[in-house]
């Protein structure tokens, strides 16, 4: 059983940066592929960014492309996701979720794994 666990997430404000992390248990996730997602209030969750197993691989929303940095640490089975220039309309639950797939993926249905979420929230 795959257990992720975020954290990392608070208030910050806005122009702010913040890193959330995405520790895996259970399972070596090193042939996974591995996303960030979030979900604001009243809204479907919706893709942030996704790296491939290797790492070499990444994806961006075109909302935080040039903001936001996705990487990995396979040694450490942790995932990142490093969030700069933050801007109010950030402000959601981020979760991470990893892909037996092994390839980068925007969509939800390609994960198999899921985290509880972490919330951030960016004052104006």
């Known amino acids: 059983q795959v257990q992720l666990v975020e954290s990392g997430g608070g208030l910050v404000q806005a122009g702010g940066s913040l890193r959330l992390s995405c520790a895996a248990s259970g399972r070596t996730l090193s042939s996974y592929a591995m996303g960030w997602f979030r979900q604001a209030p009243g809204k479907e969750r919706e893709f942030v960014a996704t790296i491939s197993w290797s790492g070499g691989s990444t994806a961006y929303a075109d909302s935080v492309k040039g903001r936001f940095t996705i990487s990995r640490d396979n040694a450490k089975n942790t995932m990142y996701l490093q969030m700069n220039s933050l801007k109010p309309e950030d402000t959601a639950v981020y979760y991470c979720?990893?892909?037996?797939?092994?390839?980068?993926?925007?969509?939800?249905?390609?994960?198999?794994?899921w985290g509880q979420g972490t919330q951030v929230t960016v004052s104006s």
């Open positions: 979720a990893a892909s037996s797939f092994g390839y980068s993926s925007s969509l939800t249905r390609q994960y198999d794994y």
